[in-house]
Structures are given as C-alpha cells and as structure tokens.
C-alpha cells in the first residue's frame, strides 16, 4: 500500500501549488491511496483546479472507476466535485469553500500515467471590501466635484460674456421691425474659449427686413 496525506494551507490570496499521482510521468503504482487536503479558511474562497494531464485506467465493461481521482469540498457543506477515470483532455474545475480534499485511489491490477493538477486560491478578505468600497466613494466624489467645476465654469462665462449683438427699433410706417446689429466681441476671450476647451458660439439665422429702407438681407452666420 502506497499512502500520503498532506494538509496544504490556502489561505492566503493568490496561493497556488500542484498535486500528481505517484510517479508521474511514468505510471502510478498499485494499491496507491493519496490524499491533499485544501484549507483556505474562507467560506467565499475560490479555487481553480486545472487538470493538464489525465490518464487513469478504466476497464471497459464497467462504469464503475477502480482506479480514481476525486476532488470534493467538504465545507462549508459537502459536494462531490469530481470522480473520474480514463483518458481525458486537459480541463478546468472551480469551486467555493472552505476545505478541499483531493483524492487518488489506484487498485491491485493496472496502472496508467496518472494525472497532473495544478491548483490556486482566490480571497477576498475584509480589507480588500473596503479597499473596493473606498475606491468606489473616491470615483464618485472626484465626478461630482468635476461636474460641479464645470457648471460654475460655464456660470462665470455667462456671467463676463459681452453681448454680441445689440438691436435697434425702426417704423417703416408699415409697421416696427428690428434690426439686428453685431457687436465688436474680437476682444472678448470668454467668448472664443472658455477654461474647459469648449468653443462658445453665437449663431443668428433669420429675422424680418424692410428693403425699402435699404438694409441688407438676412444671413446666417456663425462666430467661432
């Protein structure tokens, strides 16, 4: 009888290790019974078990596996994972908790090559909640104050900008129109640019005429 067991501790972030049959890469011997227990101490730790090499003896006239490689949680409730024999590809497993036990078991009459499994723990503790959390209140009060930076920024311009147009009252005698009259504005810098790169423009597209007193027909016209 070839036996081992061995407690692994997980329970730090980012521990990782490997788990082979006995005598890997050459065959595994008979009577084997291997055991790698998984402590993490954490009920909301993850483990992922990738499995590179599967080659375990499975005789064809029975579905039940004499030779075997088991991996079950134990806690915090118990869940058999995975049991199986043959010759697979390689594959992954995850699973949450916080104690493991893999397991290889070979019989009295064949052996393979044995398998090859790799294995590393995820935790999230309570500092890096807060880390998260605390992350998370900086982004937003960063936003707001650039929010609020940018709605006093377009109040001040508001405030300082010249009027860039004036209008002036005429009676034809058939009635009142206004006329619309540019302002010099070539001085004012809050209207070509404000603190936050934006272009602020003024745009005048239409307004009524009286020709007969000689004034020039409407246009569009943007000042940039």
């Not at 497993?93 to 590393?120: C, E, M, P």
């Not at 992350?135 to 930076?149: D, E, H, L, P, S």
């Not at 409407?218 to 000042?223: D, E, K, M, Q, V």
Request: a neutral charge; aromatic letters at 12%.
């Amino acid at each position: 009888m070839f036996s081992n067991n061995q407690s692994i501790n997980a329970s730090k972030n980012g521990s990782c290790g490997a788990f082979t049959s006995p005598g890997y890469p050459g065959n595994y011997p008979n009577n084997a019974h291997y055991t790698w227990t998984l402590k993490t101490g954490d009920s909301n730790a993850t483990v992922v078990l990738n499995i590179t090499d599967f080659n375990v003896v499975r005789y064809r006239f029975t579905r039940k596996c004499e030779d075997y490689l088991q991996i079950e949680r134990r806690e915090p409730y118990y869940m058999q994972i995975i049991k199986r024999c043959g010759k697979l590809t390689p594959f992954n497993l995850q699973g949450t908790g916080n104690i493991f036990v893999v397991t290889f078991v070979s019989d009295s009459i064949h052996n393979a090559r044995g398998f090859y499994l790799s294995w590393k723990a995820y935790l999230i503790s309570a500092i890096v909640v807060i880390e998260v959390i605390l992350t998370a209140i900086g982004i937003y009060f960063v936003k707001q104050r650039r929010m609020n930076f940018r709605n006093n920024g377009h109040e001040e311009v508001n405030k300082n900008t010249t009027n860039p147009y004036s209008s002036l009252s005429r009676n034809s005698g058939n009635g009142n129109y206004e006329v619309m009259q540019l302002n010099d504005v070539s001085s004012d810098h809050n209207l070509q640019q404000t603190e936050h790169n934006e272009c602020t423009y003024i745009e005048i597209i239409e307004h009524e005429y009286d020709y007969t007193y000689g004034d020039i027909a409407p246009a569009s016209l943007n000042i940039l």
